[in-house]
T-cell receptor, first 115, second 109 residues
């Protein structure tokens, strides 16, 4: 069974440019998470979806970040415009459902470098 | 606010020894915890989980202990191998999945 798939693996862009990341969760997983991970830190939640509904986006900087999961499967995370401080790894994870007792599985992440 | 944190940022052990990685959490209502292993350039990899109605759970070479009284959990790795070198995170999963800072485990041959 395929795991969580993310693309691209690496992205280098100039500041003020837009960038988008894509995530395909594990088949049948209703819950999808986007995380940001800075070097040497634990992942920090940006947004959580239950099917196509964003149920927790309180940590998403909405002035420049946006996300969508239109059909409740794949998801995209966008930054526009990117800033130098956005350089980080962006991780996507999925679980069967968002309630307490089901494990979440992660993709390989997209490493973003803003120059 | 909620937080899940680790006591030590780095841990160095000799190959073959047992490793113990600790984690403290602050939300007393937490009832499900996961340990993840993250190797360089990869996403976190699920290792083992434990529910709050348990105080111990064993996997292959790994054991997780949960002490709800002091809001502490630990990951024990038996006979640590070079392939165990990675950063280990504990995470609390309710609706959110909240991570601590991580402990970097280094295994000396």
């Amino acid at each position: 069974e395929a795991g969580v798939v993310q693309s691209p693996r690496y992205k280098i862009i100039e500041k003020k440019q837009p960038v988008a990341f894509w995530c395909n969760p594990i088949s049948g997983h209703n819950t999808l998470y986007w995380y940001l991970q800075n070097l040497g830190q634990g992942p920090e939640l940006l947004i959580r979806y239950e099917n196509e509904e964003a149920v927790d986006d309180s940590q998403l900087p909405k002035d420049r970040f946006s996300a969508e999961r239109l059909k409740g499967v794949d998801s995209t995370l966008k930054i526009q415009p990117a800033e130098l401080g956005d350089s980080a790894v962006y991780l996507c994870a999925s679980s069967q459902r968002g309630d307490r007792n089901t494990e979440a599985f992660f993709g390989q992440g997209t490493r973003l470098t803003v120059v | 606010g909620e937080s899940v944190g680790l006591h030590l940022p780095t841990l160095s052990v000799q190959e073959g020894d047992n490793s113990i990685i600790n984690c403290a959490y602050s939300n007393s209502a937490s009832d499900y915890f996961i340990w993840y292993k993250q190797e360089s350039g990869k996403g976190p990899q699920f290792i083992i989980d434990i529910r709050s109605n348990m105080d111990k759970r064993q996997g292959q070479r790994v054991t997780v202990l949960l002490n709800k009284t002091v809001k502490h959990l630990s990951l024990q790795i038996a006979a640590t191998q070079p392939g165990d070198s990675a950063v280990y995170f504990c995470a609390e999963k309710g609706g959110k999945l909240i991570f601590g800072q991580g402990t970097e485990l280094s295994v000396k041959p």
